[in-house]
């Protein structure tokens, strides 16, 4: 299993920016761990490589892949994969730079017909990449429709490194599916662990043999212990508002749980720690004792 961190603005490490610095914080339970950096120059992303290979992680990942608006407009993430000279630059720059392996996480494209999956996944070998992830839905799609787990397919057939498939892994039968499809070496899950984060050891039983169609569902007490202890360390961590970042991942805790539309509305209300603890103790039905 590999663990992966929160994707981290080269400008800002290199700035020196602290709440960009505790976004690389891990302990040694997760490892391997896997720092994900985004950027759109080259030796800034070198520069950031090295500062990121010097603190303990075992890979660095180049995001090639967010399709956010805001990182777009940088020239960033899957906009890149519009500029393949430029992302040769920083891939061969951060290889020479980190200090440990790197891997690369890219979409099918920005948009059909441009620089594709496979191109970019050739690219990413010749200059020294370990690994390739691929999302394969388009930069322009975002997360609407289905992926395409055929490009990851493809990929796999053009390059001899490692090739991890994401996209739509929601279940560990989906994980089996993609594995059998695509020929891909391992998987990468992302939204659907969000409130479920027992979907993990889900999937790496039915790797191990065990049963696709066993999951791991606590009941509500258990669901809502976990809640608590991800919330805390959040409190913890945290720099700007716990409660404001937080009350997305308790709804999504909620999900499939009787009453969590109303909950949903409540939690979404609330604007203190000591407001949040009570609906999630009342909703949960869980004690808050530490």
């Not at 985004?38 to 660095?60: R, T």
């Not at 992926?147 to 990929?155: A, F, P």
């Not at 508002?241 to 937080?246: E, L, S, Y």
Request: charged residues 25%; glycine residues 8%; aromatic residues 8%.
């Amino acid at each position: 299993d590999l663990v992966c961190t929160e994707m981290v603005s080269s400008e800002a490490l290199v700035r020196n920016s602290r709440k960009t610095e505790r976004l690389l914080r891990f302990d040694d339970f997760q490892r391997p761990i896997s720092a994900q950096i985004f950027g759109a120059k080259p030796e800034v992303m070198a520069d950031a490589a090295a500062i990121v290979g010097s603190s303990g992680v075992d890979l660095i990942d180049i995001n090639v892949g967010c399709s956010v608006p805001k990182i777009l407009k940088s020239g960033s993430g899957v906009a890149l994969m519009r500029d393949p000279d430029l992302l040769s630059q920083i891939m061969r720059r951060v290889v020479e730079s980190a200090g440990v392996p790197v891997t690369v996480k890219m979409r099918a494209g920005y948009e059909k017909n441009s620089c594709d999956c496979v191109f970019v996944a050739k690219l990413a070998e010749e200059f020294g990449v370990s690994a390739v992830t691929v999302h394969p839905r388009y930069g322009v799609d975002r997360f609407r429709g289905k992926s395409d787990w055929s490009l990851i397919r493809s990929v796999k057939e053009t390059v001899a490194v490692p090739v991890i498939g994401n996209g739509d892994i929601d279940s560990p039968a989906a994980a089996l599916r993609m594995i059998d499809e695509t020929g891909c070496d391992a998987v990468m899950v992302g939204r659907a662990a969000l409130g479920n984060p027992w979907l993990f050891g889900d999937i790496s039983a039915a790797l191990n043999g065990g049963s696709p169609a066993e999951t791991t569902r606590p009941d509500r007490q258990e669901i809502g212990k976990v809640l608590l202890w991800h919330y805390r360390m959040t409190v913890h961590e945290s720099q700007g508002d716990p409660v404001r970042r937080f009350r997305k991942f308790a709804a999504w805790y909620s999900r499939g749980l009787p009453g969590s539309m109303g909950f949903r509305n409540w939690i979404n209300a609330v604007r203190t720690d000591a407001a949040f603890r009570a609906a999630v103790v009342d909703f949960f039905r869980v004690s808050d004792a530490e």
